[in-house]
């Protein structure tokens, strides 16, 4: 094939997929700034049910979507924060759950343990950033250097960049406790607390 016909092709292939594509990625896109993904609260909050054929991560038309275990019943009995948001830390440690480091498992996680003291919030607690309990899921290439330079104090973190989903907020208010909720799960350093850096 002469490579100009095979622009063509090619573009007629890119434009079909995007008018048949279309509707879902509008139905979904609408799913996501509903109040559940956006609000970093799917699964996540007492008393809030949503089936997984209505979660809009899975697809509804597909009839595996009702083989697979409700979200509500698997993590029933999983440990909640003070603001009702189920604690992944304490559900990591208790040993309820034990994911994989990789695809087949045959890797380990290797978690560093030195916290951060973020200080400049005002009139509220300082903020402790924990490595360990971070990097017990993550690795660093998650967050460095794209999300934080690793430098301390190297980073303009302001609480609004967190709400408009930068910095923390890239995973807080997504998959991890959203930061609209129980402030004192990140502010939680006394601010006169001698021997701090
Ligand atoms: C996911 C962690 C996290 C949560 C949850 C969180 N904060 Fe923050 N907050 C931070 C970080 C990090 C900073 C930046 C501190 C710095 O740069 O030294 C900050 C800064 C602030 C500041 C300083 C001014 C500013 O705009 O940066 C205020 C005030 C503040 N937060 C209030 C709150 C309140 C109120 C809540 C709860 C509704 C809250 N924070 C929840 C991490 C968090
Ligand atoms: C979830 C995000 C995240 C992950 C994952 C992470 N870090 Fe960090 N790291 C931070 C933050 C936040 C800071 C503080 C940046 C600031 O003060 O602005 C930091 C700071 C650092 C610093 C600077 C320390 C100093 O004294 O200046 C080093 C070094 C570092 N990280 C190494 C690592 C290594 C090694 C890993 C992997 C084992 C890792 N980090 C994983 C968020 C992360
Ligand atoms: C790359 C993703 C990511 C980033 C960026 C991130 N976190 Fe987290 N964080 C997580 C995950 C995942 C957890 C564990 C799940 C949960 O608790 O919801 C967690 C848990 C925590 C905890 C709970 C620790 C405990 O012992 O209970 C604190 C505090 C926290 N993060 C603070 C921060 C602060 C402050 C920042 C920004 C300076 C930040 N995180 C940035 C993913 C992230």
């Given amino acids: 094939m002469s490579s100009l016909k095979f622009k063509r092709v090619a573009k007629f292939v ?18 996501f700034e509903g109040d559940f993904w956006n609000s970093g609260e799917h699964f996540q909050t007492e008393g809030k049910v949503v089936p997984v054929a209505e979660d809009g991560i899975h697809d ?5 979507v009702r ?8 993590m029933a009995d999983f440990p909640r924060d003070n603001s009702g948001v189920i604690d992944w830390v304490k559900t990591l440690d208790e040993g309820l759950i034990s994911p ?3 695809k087949l498992g045959d890797e380990e996680m290797h978690a560093v343990d ?11 607690p300082y903020v402790r950033y924990p490595h360990k309990q971070h990097t017990e899921w993550l690795t660093c290439e ?25 910095y923390c907020g890239v995973c ?18 006394p601010r006169e607390n001698p021997g701090l850096r």
Wanted: aromatic share 4%.
């Fill in 14 to 31: 890119l434009v079909a997929l995007a008018l048949v594509s279309m509707p879902r990625v509008a139905q979904l896109q609408e799913k």
């Fill in 60 to 64: 509804p038309t597909n009839d595996a």
């Fill in 67 to 74: 083989v697979l275990q409700e979200p509500v019943e698997a």
């Fill in 100 to 102: 994989r480091a990789s």
């Fill in 114 to 124: 030195f916290d951060v003291i973020f200080k400049n919030t005002q009139s509220m």
């Fill in 142 to 166: 998650n967050c460095h250097p794209q999300i934080f330079l690793p430098q301390i104090g190297g980073n303009p973190v302001t609480m609004s960049a967190i709400m408009q989903g930068e």
């Fill in 172 to 189: 807080h208010g997504k998959v991890a406790f959203p930061p609209s909720k129980n402030c004192g799960r990140c502010h939680s350093v």
